[in-house]
């Protein structure tokens, strides 16, 4: 299938844990993409612990702070009347005698207070809360969002790696891991959505949590079993009983490990796994994802 025929398809990865292999799947398929001729993008979503560089070892051609809009109170023009704190969802403001208290590790920054206050008393400040990375690594477009330490919302820096995401035919979005308000920024929008899973209890329970935020959503998706030929079956039953396409399996292999520690991608490293990851790549191309 031309290339031309994946023109804007952003594809996220995901899973319901850390560690079954996401980067690894994420920076072989950008890597391979790439080197099959197509105009492709990397970005690493997981701004708490970012580690696609390690990988593909881009070069930074720029780099950027991440802020998001916090509410700063004009003590003289607040009446202290407490429409704020009312308003506020999130426990992030607190009326305490003659003060009006921002507790901005809470605020979600959606900006109810500012348009409540009766005396605009309220407004906006722009807080830094990371760094946006934007380079090359060969012929793959790399961005990622470093998250400051001790920041507790992510969402805003996710959006902002994704809002950073150059034309390209495809984007492949490294998500963080689980199933809460992080992933469910990152993968918002996505044409396709691969959820890697693993052939363990805590796999296969994770793998149903995610399973559920992709129907919820409306997304598409399929799964990647990673290391296959461990653990038991369970994982296959349950997407055989739930009718989930299984897009690939990457079978259990020490030298993908030895890879890894190396900072090397897999399937730079590993023939069996640039052939399963080529495979995945042309699924993707044909649509057959439900």
């Known amino acids: 299938m031309a290339a031309k025929e994946l023109i804007s398809m952003k594809v996220a990865i995901a899973s319901?844990?850390?560690?079954?292999?996401?980067?690894?799947?994420?920076?072989?398929?950008?890597?391979?993409?790439?080197a099959d001729d197509r105009t492709v993008?990397?970005?690493?979503?997981?701004?708490?612990?970012?580690?696609?560089?390690?990988?593909?070892?881009?070069?930074?051609?720029?780099?950027?702070?991440?802020?998001?809009?916090i509410p700063a109170v004009d003590q003289d023009r607040c009446t202290h009347c407490g429409l704020c704190a009312q308003v506020c969802r999130y426990g992030a403001i607190?009326?305490?005698?003659?003060?009006?208290?921002?507790?901005?590790?809470?605020?979600?920054?959606?900006?109810?207070?500012?348009?409540?206050?009766?005396?605009?008393?309220?407004?906006?400040?722009?807080k830094p809360i990371g760094r946006l990375r934007v380079g090359a690594a060969g012929r793959v477009q790399f961005v990622d969002g470093v998250l400051d330490v001790g920041?507790?919302?992510?969402?805003?820096?996710?959006?902002?790696?994704?809002?950073?995401?150059?034309?390209v035919e495809l984007a492949v979005l490294d998500c963080p891991p689980g199933t809460s308000c992080p992933v469910i920024e990152s993968v918002r929008g996505c044409d396709l959505l691969i959820l890697v899973t693993e052939p363990t209890p805590f796999g296969l329970h994770d793998l149903k949590l995610a399973v559920e935020m992709a129907r919820v959503l409306g997304l598409r998706f399929g799964v990647v079993i990673n290391r296959a030929d461990a653990g038991d079956r369970e994982v296959w039953d349950y997407c055989r009983r739930q009718r989930i396409s299984i897009l690939?399996?990457?079978?259990?292999?020490?030298?993908?490990?030895?890879?890894?520690?190396?900072?090397?991608?897999?399937?730079?490293?590993?023939?069996?796994?640039?052939?399963?990851?080529?495979?995945?790549?042309?699924?993707?191309?044909?649509?057959?994802?439900?």
Request: hydrophobic share 40%; charged share 25%.
């Open 41 to 69: 993008a990397y970005l690493d979503c997981d701004v708490e612990e970012p580690n696609g560089h390690l990988f593909l070892k881009p070069a930074f051609l720029r780099e950027e702070p991440i802020t998001r809009l």
């Open 94 to 126: 607190a009326c305490v005698e003659q003060q009006t208290l921002i507790f901005t590790e809470l605020c979600h920054g959606c900006g109810g207070c500012v348009l409540v206050c009766p005396e605009q008393a309220i407004r906006e400040e722009p």
């Open 151 to 167: 920041e507790a919302m992510s969402p805003p820096a996710i959006r902002a790696v994704k809002a950073s995401v150059p034309d």
């Open 248 to 290: 690939a399996e990457i079978p259990d292999d020490r030298a993908v490990a030895e890879a890894y520690s190396r900072g090397e991608m897999a399937a730079e490293s590993v023939p069996h796994v640039a052939e399963r990851m080529r495979g995945l790549l042309e699924t993707i191309q044909s649509g057959a994802p439900v």
């Open 16 to 34: 319901g844990k850390g560690g079954t292999g996401k980067t690894t799947v994420a920076t072989s398929l950008a890597w391979l993409a790439a």
